[in-house]
């Protein structure tokens, strides 16, 4: 699971079914050598794996990754994994593509998967700048709106007003430092340590997969299916346009479990975004947010609301941190930074343990990779070795061959150290002047911490598949707000360290993954490099475009519209508590925060200690994730209603024909957040040009009903 950094934290970016889907094929590839079904088709040099139509294909598959993750990050912040998405539909456009030219006698390069690798990584590379910039956090955090909710730090040193410019120039300052940290290490995590990275590890099977004959026929069902679902999701979004024509009204407003539920925020608004994520997402996160969200607003916020005017003042309003949201914002944010520092603890001592374990180890084949192939067995025991013999001949072969290329095209140390040097120069140089709140040393301590972090996390990453980029990011917040202080800017001061920190510890886990993918599918790391910079250049422009785009339309970080994007005020909250301390909380807030933030680390303690003694049933599995207990805390339920209902799709499905979910459900579920996703578009286009739908669906009680028709026939009698 991942989750708001690009994989761990609040926006649960989870990668589950990579693996699930992927499941079949890693299986298979443990028996049978991967590599010689491919040894008769040739691997293209580095540069010819970059070519023109694998860019020109990953921009417009941008475009389209950009404007989904912008979408989701406005909303919820909860965005599932789309490696495989832009895998697949990468292989079947260019599959097409390549195909006709074929049967025109025009294709001079083949198809290869080295070149479908460079599609994956360049547009997950890009879309993951749309959610690492910060548009939907700590960007959006500095903007008047934002500010305005949280009352205290509402100054004008406190505030920055967005704008395309300055954003732009300030994601092509921090985002490519990340590329050069963590490169001298690579050949250590790959081949040295031998490290899974699980998510890259999925990817590079399924990409394998499409390019043998029977995975080219499962690919070419599975784009069909999300074609399909692509477009009746977008006709429904449509369809319930049109009953939508202000705030309230709409099948986003149903009140399915009646109006008082509704009103604390439960109720099934007929997303089919988070239906597909739900589908997508593991049954254990789903039913941990649902229960976060019984807890929140279905016990406490309730319980909470009664000591208005003993608690908090009467006359606040309800989004005042001083007031209701105070709770909401900062409970939640204390179960987030009990798992995120849980987490960030354990990684740092495991990966302490493996490297003193490894490091005094006497087994000299942990320690090196053995590049030759193994003693033939004797004739006398080749019938009884027989399978083991073809199954360790296979995995020596592929090991072997994959190694070759992996150190074939090497990146030359002093080109990483000196590129980070520079590009840390750069942005040390130009960051005061976008955000004057921020000094030349502290963006130059923050670059000097960087690298350490970034090893751990990708190290963590590898071991785990857990990215604790954004907990990075926040512990940033905290320190260099306190440092700066509310006088002189300190949250402005915070929120930009945390882009700086966050790019740099993210890019490097997701550049080491891509590696990994890149290991597997015989891509020069060379040709990884560049599409990480490539699709890193696209995302820097697309993201604040695209972000525009829904920031003109809507009133984004309000949270009673549309597009809500909960995390630019908790990020902001998280820099409040940095320059003010906790004496500026709501009565019992800082006791009730204490107790969750222990009681997150206590959840992962008691997980942990399960997973190692308690083999027999396996209860770990049944714990919840404090991690996505604390989403709903402060959204309310609606979406997890709907994910629950992806879930348990997922569940009927996979009872009445497990194998064809297994296949096809992935392809289902992007399918359903590419279709309302895309719907975003025209929906913006037509509010910009002031378009309202037609019928305003809206459910009233019996009572409120009655002074409506009342109010209606008094008006019509005049």
Request: aromatic residues 14%.
């Amino acid at each position: 699971m991942k989750t708001e950094d690009k994989d761990d934290t609040i926006i649960m970016k989870t990668e589950d079914f990579d693996n699930d889907q992927a499941g079949t094929q890693m299986v298979q590839a443990q028996n049978d050598s991967t590599e010689k079904a491919f040894r008769d088709t040739e691997v293209p040099p580095w540069y010819k794996q970059i070519t023109v139509r694998s860019m020109v294909t990953s921009f417009f598959l941008s475009i389209i990754f950009n404007f989904i993750v912008c979408k989701l990050n406005l909303t919820t912040g909860v965005i599932p994994s789309l490696n495989v998405a832009a895998g697949l539909l990468g292989f079947a456009i260019m599959k097409g593509y390549t195909a006709l030219l074929d049967k025109l006698g025009l294709l001079k390069q083949p198809f290869t998967r080295q070149e479908n690798t460079v599609i994956q990584t360049c547009v997950v590379a890009s879309s993951g700048i749309a959610f690492s910039s910060g548009m939907g956090s700590y960007l959006l955090g500095m903007s008047p709106l934002v500010a305005a909710q949280g009352d205290a730090g509402n100054t004008l040193i406190n505030i920055k007003r967005l704008a395309i410019p300055w954003m732009t120039g300030y994601l092509f300052t921090v985002s490519f430092v990340g590329l050069f940290s963590i490169i001298p290490l690579r050949k250590m995590m790959i081949i040295d340590r031998k490290l899974t990275y699980p998510s890259g590890t999925a990817t590079a099977h399924l990409i394998n997969s499409f390019h043998t004959p029977k995975g080219a026929k499962m690919a070419a069902r599975q784009v069909a299916v999300l074609f399909k679902s692509c477009c009746g999701s977008f006709a429904w979004s449509f369809f319930q346009w049109f009953f939508s024509a202000s705030d309230g009204c709409g099948f986003a407003s149903f009140p399915i479990f009646g109006l008082k539920a509704y009103k604390q925020r439960f109720y099934f608004d007929f997303s089919t975004t988070y239906i597909g994520c739900g589908m997508i997402t593991s049954y254990m996160v789903n039913v941990s947010m649902l229960v976060g969200a019984v807890i929140s607003w279905g016990i406490m916020w309730p319980l909470i609301e009664q000591k208005k005017g003993i608690w908090y003042a009467a006359h606040l309003s309800a989004s005042s941190l001083h007031g209701i949201q105070g709770y909401r914002v900062f409970i939640s944010i204390a179960m987030i930074l009990g798992d995120g520092l849980y987490h960030v603890m354990y990684h740092a001592g495991y990966m302490v343990f493996i490297l003193i374990k490894r490091r005094f180890s006497n087994k000299p084949e942990e320690k090196k990779v053995e590049l030759s192939s193994p003693p033939p067995l004797p004739l006398t025991n080749m019938d009884a070795g027989l399978r083991s013999s073809e199954t360790e001949l296979s995995e020596n072969y592929d090991e072997q061959r994959r190694t070759e290329y992996f150190l074939k095209d090497q990146i030359p140390r002093r080109f990483a150290v000196s590129g980070y040097v520079a590009l840390a120069a750069i942005s040390s140089s130009v960051l005061p002047f976008v955000f004057h709140q921020l000094k030349w040393y502290h963006v130059a301590l923050a670059y000097f911490i960087a690298p350490v972090l970034a090893f751990c996390n990708a190290y963590g990453c590898g071991l785990t598949d857990w990215s604790l980029a954004s907990n990075y990011g926040k512990i940033a917040i905290l320190i260099f707000s306190a440092c700066v202080g509310p006088e002189k800017g300190g949250v402005i001061a915070g929120l930009a360290s945390c882009g700086v920190m966050m790019s740099i510890v993210s890019t490097a886990s997701d550049l080491m993954q891509d590696f990994k993918t890149g290991y597997l599918t015989l891509a020069s790391p060379r040709s990884m490099f560049v599409s990480q910079v490539f699709g890193t250049a696209m995302g820097c422009v697309m993201s604040p475009l695209i972000f525009w785009f829904f920031y003109k339309a809507y009133r984004v970080g309000d949270p009673t519209g549309s597009y809500p994007a909960p995390y630019g005020l908790m990020y902001r909250g998280i820099a409040l508590l940095g320059v003010e301390g906790f004496g500026s909380l709501p009565k019992h807030c800082v006791a009730l925060a204490v107790s969750f933030f222990t009681f997150a680390i206590a959840i992962n303690v008691v997980t942990e200690l399960l997973k190692r003694y308690e083999t027999k049933y396996k209860i770990y599995r049944f714990v919840p994730n404090a991690m996505a207990m604390a989403v709903p805390f402060y959204l309310g339920s609606y979406f997890v209603i709907d994910m629950c209902i992806g879930s348990l799709i997922l569940f009927g499905w996979k009872l009445w024909n497990k194998q064809q979910a297994e296949d096809l459900a992935p392809a289902v579920a992007s399918g359903l957040i590419c279709g309302e996703s895309m719907w975003g578009v025209p929906a913006a286009i037509l509010s910009l040009a002031n378009v309202k739908a037609p019928i305003c669906m809206k459910f009233l009680s019996y009572s409120d009903n009655d002074r409506v028709d009342s109010f209606l026939s008094s008006s019509g009698s005049k």
